[in-house]
């Protein structure tokens, strides 16, 4: 396909219409976001009733019982630390191999972060038995000169993400300040004096600009390793432990390329509903980045199917009988249905639909297929985690199965509802496509013309 | 609702093919593993092994991760999920000597810490050697065909320990192969099929 053919229409526009376009939903509220606003604020309220319940009545109202003590907080919790990952993938790789096209997608990838990462975190908490000692797990002065287990996982866990989260938040900040800093005189009313207050008196000056580019290059490179840690140590969460079909050597990588993959899957989702709520952003928005990140999401798709059925075959060459056990138990016991159908919805239907450019440049049926992938994702973790532990049951004990109970379903729903509602009120305040990055760009493109080399602003890399 | 709480728990097993059954009555209780792997996963060191070869589970201590018990082999960690409750005229039946547990910790057999820590004090207190079969725990005590022994391995003396050089052929532990746990509760073989189950 040749560069003609792009139709990418932002490199036609100028530069303050791509200011429009970026802050164009600042301050307005239309019924469609009222209405997702007040939806998601009923969901966290059930939840936050939910919860109060679980930790008056205690944990019986949930549906764990021996042997299965981990449920669906558990899998929710992956499951966000997940799609937690997508910001830091995108943003910092972009960033760092210089992908031009990816101004428009990093911080819609790093606001996904902000807002799943603490409903990830606030599981943990959730799940404990006693939530209001849960601070125990740190490491705090105290007379009896108590220290965390440094052994256990869950102590890593604690510093995994609390480090994720403030990397990330101060990641999305410092790449926000400009932003805020060249948008603040245009603002009215308490936006402008929340946009002064935010932008720390930014004035724009070479110096200014030098320090935010170094600062976003360094945190680039700084949030990689952390990212892989964050990921690979959650997957430890399991893979230490001696349940089958938990202890396994590959989880690591797993859980990382599974991560990455459903948190691209999230931001094809978030993209979308943007492009729709927001018809402004179709200009900055494009076919173009649908192809781009369907490429990366491809990619990431074939490691993960890879991944995750190398996980049986060493399994299966050394006749290790507790993981086939789990394996036959997944794929023909009470699990089939979820496990047959993460196959289909993980592995089959994406890599034959993104193997085409037509497909990753249609935006409805990305939209749809991003959408199963969350949920064959989040099925991924339910059959990782629960029939592991019902199969873990050889003193003939207990073969009652686990269910979610309501309080559960509450608690999981109004996560969701936290994240969608928080990333629709993120939008309405704060601009969600960087300005000055995509205008940095464009300005680049006009230098480039000026000096007689006319370079495609997106290059398609064909 | 798998919900009930026993420390102890008789575990049927059955070997041989039909009709040629043999069932085995195998108590189940906390193994006190050496090498535990509950101990390592525990955030806060509720679960945490003692110098005298217990593996103590600290109350006040465990915030209920449950992790624990997930990494149990034996599925012997209970965790509470109802808050206990007593009618007031029945709380002077309770052990003075056992803390009782909230909702939302993690309990399991002690090996009747209480009992040792007073037989401990006991000894101290009156300055002599301890004398084998002082100390017997509950479900030892209460044994009326006296399957349960308990006593000191250390000391070459003890009951046990004459019971287990002499019946060195029989003994054996639960998942000690699987999982390399090390645990302190030896099982001896039924005699009829010691060969059949050979390990
Ligand atoms: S039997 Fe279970 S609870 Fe007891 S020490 Fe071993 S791993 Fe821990
Ligand atoms: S040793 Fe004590 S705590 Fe453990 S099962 Fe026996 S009676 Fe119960």
């Known amino acids: ?462 | 609702m798998g919900r009930m709480m026993d420390w102890i728990r008789i575990e049927r097993m059955f070997h041989g093919e039909y009709p040629d059954i043999q069932t085995m009555f195998v108590p189940m209780l906390c193994q006190h593993c050496g090498s535990a792997p509950c101990e390592s996963v525990c955030p806060v060191f509720a679960a945490v092994g003692t110098h005298d070869g217990l593996n103590a589970q600290i109350y006040n201590r465990c915030v209920g991760t449950r992790l624990c018990a997930n990494n149990c082999p034996y599925h012997v960690r209970m965790y509470n999920f109802v808050q206990p409750k007593w009618p007031p005229s029945m709380e002077l039946l309770l052990n003075p000597d056992v803390s009782v547990r909230n909702e939302g910790v993690m309990e399991k057999c002690t090996m009747c810490v209480q009992r040792i820590r007073r037989a401990d004090l006991d000894v101290k207190v009156s300055k002599r050697p301890y004398a084998d079969g002082e100390l017997r725990t509950a479900c030892v005590q209460s044994c009326p065909s006296g399957a349960l022994v308990f006593g000191d391995l250390n000391d070459e003396e003890s009951t046990i320990s004459k019971l287990v050089k002499h019946e060195s052929n029989r003994t054996y532990y639960i998942g000690h192969v699987e999982y390399h746990t090390a645990p302190n509760v030896i099982y001896l073989r039924p005699e009829k099929n010691a060969e059949a189950l050979g390990e």
């Open chain 1, 1 to 462: 396909m040749s560069h003609e053919n792009l139709n990418f229409r932002a490199a036609e526009i100028s530069i303050p219409e791509i200011y429009n376009a970026a802050f164009e939903p600042i301050g307005r509220s239309g019924w469609r976001s009222n209405l997702v606003i007040a939806f998601c604020i009923l969901l966290v309220l059930t939840a936050g009733f939910a919860f109060a319940r679980q930790v008056f009545c205690g944990f019986w109202v949930t549906g764990l019982h021996i042997p299965v003590y981990w449920g669906y907080f558990i899998i929710t919790f992956v499951f966000w630390i997940g799609v937690a990952h997508a910001g830091a993938l995108i943003s910092a790789l972009l960033r760092l191999c210089g992908a031009e096209w990816k101004s428009a997608v990093t911080r819609v990838a790093e606001v996904i972060t902000l807002f799943t990462l603490p409903a990830a975190a606030s599981f943990p908490l959730i799940h404990v038995g006693r939530t209001e000692a849960a601070y125990y797990c740190l490491p705090f002065p105290n007379h009896r000169l108590l220290w965390p287990n440094f052994k256990s996982m869950l102590v890593w866990d604690v510093f995994a993400i609390s480090t994720y989260l403030t990397g990330s938040v101060i990641f999305l900040y410092v790449t926000t300040v400009p932003d805020l800093g060249i948008a603040r005189p245009r603002m009215k009313g308490w936006l402008r004096t929340l946009y002064t207050l935010m932008s720390w008196g930014w004035r724009g000056t070479a110096e200014e600009w030098k320090r935010v580019k170094e600062a976003a290059a360094l945190y680039s490179v700084i949030i990689l390793p952390v990212v892989i840690s964050v990921h690979t140590i959650v997957s430890w969460d399991f893979a230490m432990q001696v349940v089958p079909g938990w202890h396994s050597e590959v989880f690591g990588p797993i859980f990382f390329v599974g991560a990455l993959y459903s948190g691209t899957a999230a931001v094809f989702t978030m993209l979308c509903i943007l492009i729709w709520t927001y018809p402004s952003f179709r200009l900055l928005i494009t076919q173009v980045h649908f192809d781009m990140l369907g490429r990366v999401w491809l990619v990431l798709g074939l490691a993960w199917a890879y991944l995750f059925f190398n996980d049986f075959l060493p399994a299966y060459y050394a006749h290790k009988a507790d993981k086939m056990d789990y394996l036959y138990y997944n794929a023909f016991g009470a699990y089939a249905p979820h496990w047959w159908m993460l196959v289909i919805g993980n592995f089959v239907v994406p890599l034959m639909c993104l193997a085409f450019q037509e497909f990753r440049r249609s935006i409805i049926p990305m939209f749809i297929l991003s959408i199963i992938v969350n949920i064959c994702m989040y099925l991924e973790r339910v059959v990782i985690i629960i029939p592991g532990l019902e199969i873990y049951n050889k003193l003939n004990y207990n073969i009652l199965p686990y269910s979610i109970s309501p309080t559960e379903f509450a608690i999981v729903c109004g996560t969701f509802g936290w994240v969608i509602g928080g990333l629709t009120t993120f939008c309405r305040i704060f601009p969600i496509l960087p300005y000055w990055e995509l205008a940095e760009t464009k300005s680049r493109q006009i230098e480039r013309e000026v000096a007689g080399v006319n370079v495609a602003y997106f290059q398609s890399g064909e």
